[in-house]
Nanobody, 126 residues
């Protein structure tokens, strides 16, 4: 059974940092594209960062570029998101998802992914 679980969220002041983890089971990380999504209150879920399956390169949406860093430990089947210089606009539920198909991970929205995990709340206070 494929399972994904995000963790590491919490309450942090603006300018602070958090590191999220996404632990996967039931499949091999290296065979999938995998990424982070977030959903803020009253807003649609957006993809913010992913590691592409075919070339292993990271992708970032403009709003997090330069502040967030995605990485993976394939031996531990764990995906990370290091978030620095956090802003109140980063407040959201953060979730991870995996993509088996060989398409670029940034071209697929949440419902286009193949496996989804439960999220973790990140709250950034001003």
């Amino acid at each position: 059974e494929v399972q994904l679980q995000a963790s590491g969220g919490g309450l942090v002041q603006a300018g602070g940092s958090l590191r999220l983890s996404c632990t996967a089971s039931g499949f091999s990380f290296g065979d999938y594209g995998i990424g982070w999504f977030r959903q803020a209150p009253g807003k649609e879920r957006e993809g913010i960062s992913c590691i592409n399956k075919s070339d292993g390169k990271p992708y970032y949406t403009d709003s997090v570029k330069g502040r967030f860093t995605i990485s993976s430990d394939n031996a531990r089947n764990t995906l990370y998101l290091q978030m620095n210089a956090l802003k109140p606009d980063d407040t959201a539920v953060y979730s991870c998802a995996a993509l088996e198909r060989n398409v670029h991970c940034s071209s697929v929205g949440w419902y286009g992914m193949d496996y989804w995990g439960k999220g973790t709340q990140v709250t950034v206070s001003s």
